[in-house]
């Protein structure tokens, strides 16, 4: 049982010890005068937008942008992510291995 405790521990440690490492990567992708920046835990950090898209006109196209750019930096971010886990070999679930 205390090695089962163990196992736990040395894994959430890893867990914690990878999530600050992801939190330092950052990753923009910019679509139609819509830039998201987005950390390797997948929080967005920075939302710009062109003036231009600021009109009540343009409300719709502005939403629209929004969504397909956060929807990209997501899918970039976890492909960035997962090769990076991959690449650094630092996170061992026992068991898994």
Known sequence: MFHKLKQYNDLRKQANSL???LAEE????????VSITMDGNIEVKEVNIDS???S???????ESNVRD????????????????????????IPGLG
């Open 69 to 92: 750019t956060v929807n990209e930096a997501v899918k970039k971010t976890q492909r960035i992510m997962a090769t990076k886990m991959r690449e650094s070999g630092d996170f061992n």
């Open 26 to 33: 950052k990753t923009t992708v910019g679509s139609k005068g």
């Open 52 to 54: 231009d898209l600021l």
């Open 56 to 62: 009540p006109d343009k409300k719709h196209s502005l």
């Open 19 to 21: 999530k600050s490492k």
